[in-house]
């Protein structure tokens, strides 16, 4: 399971910083990703962190503006968001998968990710 913390309201250029803890998994080599999803788009915008090595890869087009790390003994991974804006308003999720690298590879695609957790709305008010 994954329990996703930390969405709310934040003014511009506020930051924020979102938590996805992991239980009862026993991967080996794992990775975690954080997307988003605005109303009436795909969900995009990956940050993937692979836990062995603690890699990261960003697919986002403000990736400047967001960094992914693990903490708690890398069963807990945060995405630190700051100089948010108004289009950064979206349901933010984190998701596992067991296949770090390969995911990582292709780009973070959602598709390889097994383990979901439920959305956190964050809102960019101008």
């Known amino acids: 399971q994954l329990a996703v913390s930390g969405g709310g309201l934040v003014q511009t250029v506020g930051s924020l910083r979102l938590a996805c803890a992991a239980s009862g998994f026993t991967f080996d080599d794992y990775a975690f990703g954080w997307f988003r999803q605005a109303p009436g788009q795909d969900r995009k915008g990956p940050s993937c962190?692979?836990?062995?090595?603690?890699?990261?890869f960003y697919q986002y087009a403000h990736a400047d503006r967001v960094t992914i790390s693990s903490y708690n003994a890398k069963v807990t991974v945060a995405l630190q968001m700051r100089s948010l804006k108004p289009e950064d308003t979206a349901v933010y999720t984190c998701?596992?998968?067991?296949?770090?690298?390969?995911?990582?590879?292709?780009?973070?695609?959602?598709?390889?990710?097994?383990?979901w957790g439920q959305g956190t709305q964050v809102t960019v008010s101008s």
């Open positions: 998701a596992l998968t067991p296949y770090a690298k390969h995911t990582v590879i292709a780009g973070c695609p959602s598709r390889l990710f097994t383990t």
């Open positions: 962190l692979i836990i062995k090595d603690e890699s990261t």
